[in-house]
């Protein structure tokens, strides 16, 4: 479903009303965010999948806290609709254009999580979104399955130092392999 734009554009002409004096005063202060890089120091291995709302969402989502917000939300396309309505109420500024692009990167990449997960395909940041999986966790299991190659069982992936195997006993019966 796309952006209601009409309504996001009601809600961009009220925004600053609502907005508290404490986000108004960042967003005067604030520099804004140069257009060809994101004000984002992204830590290695935390890798924001590639899309075409990627850049427009590092700008615009970082400027009051970490687009980290994001993950694990697994909200579908009418709860980011929403979502970001509620930013665009707390200050957060953008054109249309820029909304519908947030809305699209986020549908596409940070929705439900799927019926069942392949752990052999799944991404860090998959792994971080959909199941909880700490971050430090998510890139050891991804660096161990490269190293060792594909699991087969769920006891293989028990075998990735560190890992949480209260998590996985959790959510086995949503992975596959
Ligand atoms: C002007 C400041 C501002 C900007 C810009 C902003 N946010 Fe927020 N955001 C907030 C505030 C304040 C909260 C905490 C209040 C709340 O949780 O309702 C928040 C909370 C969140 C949360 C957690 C909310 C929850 O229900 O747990 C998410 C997710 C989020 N923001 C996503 C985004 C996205 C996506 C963008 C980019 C479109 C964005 N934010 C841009 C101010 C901002």
Same mark, same amino acid.
């Given at each position: 479903?796309r952006?209601?734009?009409g309504?996001?554009?009601?809600i961009?002409?009220?925004g600053?009303?609502?907005a +508290?004096?404490a986000? %108004?005063?960042k967003?005067? *202060?604030?520099?804004? &965010? $140069?257009a060809?890089?994101?004000?984002? @120091? ?12 990627k850049?427009?969402?590092?700008q ?25 309505n509620?930013?665009?109420q707390f ?7 820029? +909304?519908s692009a947030? %809305?699209?990167?986020?549908? *596409?990449n940070f929705? &439900? $999580?799927p019926p069942?997960?392949?752990? @052999? ?9 959909w199941i ?14 490269t190293?060792h ?5 769920l006891?293989?992936v028990?075998q990735?130092?560190g ?15």
């Amino acid at each position: 479903m796309r952006l209601s734009l009409g309504r996001l554009a009601a809600i961009v002409s009220v925004g600053c009303v609502f907005a +508290f004096s404490a986000t %108004l005063l960042k967003s005067q *202060t604030a520099t804004p &965010p $140069a257009a060809s890089a994101p004000a984002v @120091n992204n830590t290695p291995g935390d890798e924001w999948p590639a899309g075409d709302g990627k850049a427009t969402f590092l700008q615009i989502c970082s400027n009051c806290h970490s687009p980290e917000n994001v993950i694990g939300k697994n909200l579908s396309s009418d709860g980011w609709t929403d979502l970001l309505n509620r930013m665009i109420q707390f200050g957060a500024t953008g054109s249309d254009d820029q +909304f519908s692009a947030i %809305l699209d990167y986020l549908s *596409t990449n940070f929705g &439900p $999580a799927p019926p069942k997960i392949n752990i @052999n395909k799944a991404t860090a940041m998959n792994l971080r979104n959909w199941i909880g999986m700490a971050q430090k966790q998510a890139e050891a299991l991804v660096a161990y399955r490269t190293a060792h190659g594909d699991f087969k069982t769920l006891d293989d992936v028990k075998q990735v130092p560190g890992i949480d195997t209260k998590l996985l006993d959790s959510v086995k019966d949503s992975l596959t392999f």
